[in-house]
RNA sequence: GUGGUUGUAGCUCAGCUGGUUAGAGCACCGGUUUGUGGUACCGGGGGUCGUGGGUUCGAGCCCCAUCUUCCACCCCA
């Protein structure tokens, strides 16, 4: 015999999880679908060099890649001068790594079809060969939604309320931090950190876990020049996202890329009031993933838990490798297992996730079994109710127990005695609260 | 990928410096009550102590390896 057992860093959802998660996918759903997105499905495998390349070299290393089939032997036996050499000799399909790459790639091979600006969303599960820790999974779901083919920034708009409504609609309070690639490169330059940008968003994107000082000695053990850094800490910092903020950043910075940053985010903040949560115009905000060239977004959970629980940001050239260019998109991603477990966490689910089935009826002897089938039934086309007979006569206190097990709202006690009445008891298993009636009454409480 | 950490019943854990048949609470099952649950009482099942080696007269406890968990770094949802 051999021992049960997963795959490190993946889990199972039983019956109750699965609720829990469709409860998150279908307010996601929801949303994306008012904005006028719509879904797309995608393989789980790509080719391995429609993957590799776009990530990074941290992304490549990520990579699930799967083992072709048939006799590797041979190609493996060859001599190779690199491990990259022989995986790419044995290994041509990976795991898609997120649900954006394969997006460009699917726009690329359906341009002639596409009405631009065109609107996707897609909800389903990425594999990353990561380290497993809390919120990190080696497979876990994406909810994304994209839109291509317009530079309009009332994308980036849409992508602000879409964050503030799926949050707002699981009672998930969170701040909305926003950025701008070009502010960013800006900044880099305003600091004297020209031609080193990659070094230095990764060290400033550090801010609020290593503080200021921290990412002074990050910056240094990299031998970059800290000496204009010092007026740095009141420019890499969280600002309300206000036109005054956005005025007085100009006016420091002074430059073409900050002014057209600036402006991206002066027309954003015009066209809305109030949000449910807080948004802020955090300047230290530094997505990693390269293809990002305009506004980026990250959504932290208000209090506590892991680093970002959604992110987007816009990209100017993803579908250039795959030949096709000058298409700008945006886009974000929910990270629906985070949210999954920080709901959890907090106890936020409804409490009807754990509910089985509305109804139970307990039939006392086998004697009543067609008249217990015949309520249901009744009650199944009658009503919006859903309705379980249990399946065995006898021990009503069993059945009970059932019914609680199922967080059932109502039993239904058939016996002898009611048949004979043509009526049905009903116990409302919340309050306890128990009475006969027949079955037309019957149906018009269950309605 | 680097450094650390964890692993005892379904769950949360106890188990003294290695010493006879490994414990508790909760959960589960049965009964008290063969037609009344979620609160009471009585009883019961269930563990090759993550796995594989080793040291020892003897290992849950010590050593090695491996897997798993969680944490930091890296990166990220």
């Keep these: 015999m051999q021992k049960a057992s997963l795959v490190k860093g993946t889990r199972d959802f039983g019956p109750i999880q699965v609720a829990k998660k469709n409860y998150i996918f279908d307010t996601i759903k929801k949303v994306f679908k008012s904005y006028g997105f719509a879904p797309l499905e995608t393989p789980s495998m790509e080719k391995i060099e429609t993957l590799t390349g776009k990530y990074g070299e941290e992304g490549d290393q990520l990579l699930f890649r799967i083992l072709n089939n048939g006799d590797i032997l041979p190609k493996a036996e060859s001599n190779f001068d690199s491990n990259r ?6 290994s041509d399909k990976g795991l898609r790594y997120d649900l954006t790459v394969p ?16 609107k996707r969303y897609q909800i389903q599960p990425v594999w990353r060969a990561d380290r497993p820790q809390k919120g990190r999974y080696r497979e876990f779901w994406q ?22 409504k799926v949050f707002s609609a699981l009672n998930l309070p969170v701040v909305i931090h926003l950025n701008h690639r070009k502010l960013l490169e800006a900044i880099a330059i305003h600091l004297g950190f020209e031609g080193e940008f990659e070094a230095f968003t990764v060290a400033i994107d550090k801010m609020d876990k290593i503080g200021f000082d921290g990412v002074v000695k990050e910056l240094e053990s990299k031998n970059l020049d800290t000496s204009k850094f010092e007026n740095a800490q009141s420019l890499l910092t969280t600002f309300d996202f206000e036109s005054k903020q956005l005025k007085d950043l100009d006016e420091t910075l002074t430059s073409v890329l900050a002014t057209q940053a600036i402006k991206d985010l002066s027309e954003i903040r015009g066209y809305y009031n109030q949000l449910d949560n807080d948004i802020v115009l955090d300047t230290s905000l530094a997505r990693g993933l390269s293809y990002y060239t305009g506004c980026i977004f990250e ?12 992110a987007g940001g816009r990209y100017d050239d993803l579908t250039e490798v795959f030949g096709v260019k000058d298409i700008s998109g945006i886009g974000i991603s929910f990270g629906a297992d985070r949210m999954y477990d920080v709901l959890e966490d907090l106890n936020l689910f409804p409490q009807e996730m754990s509910k089985m089935t509305d109804v139970l009826i307990c039939p006392m002897d086998k004697d009543v079994f067609s008249f217990a089938l015949q309520t249901a039934r009744k009650i199944r086309n009658n009503t919006q109710q859903s309705c379980l007979v249990y399946p065995k006569e006898g021990k009503l206190k069993k059945q009970l127990d059932y019914a609680n097990a199922l967080n059932a709202q109502y039993a239904i006690i058939i016996g002898s005695e009611e048949v004979e009445k043509n009526e049905v008891s009903i116990k409302n298993l919340n309050s306890g609260e128990q009475k006969n009636m027949d079955l037309t009454q019957l149906i018009e409480l269950l309605k």
């Design 143 to 164: 909810c994304d939604a994209d839109t291509i083919g317009t530079r309009s920034l009332i994308c980036e708009l849409e992508c602000i309320e879409m964050f503030d």
């Design 103 to 118: 997006f460009a790639r699917y726009t690329a091979m359906n341009m002639h079809a596409l009405k631009m600006p065109f």
């Design 85 to 90: 050499a022989l995986k790419s000799a044995i």
């Design 299 to 310: 959504v932290k959970l208000k209090e506590g838990g892991f680093g970002s629980v959604a």
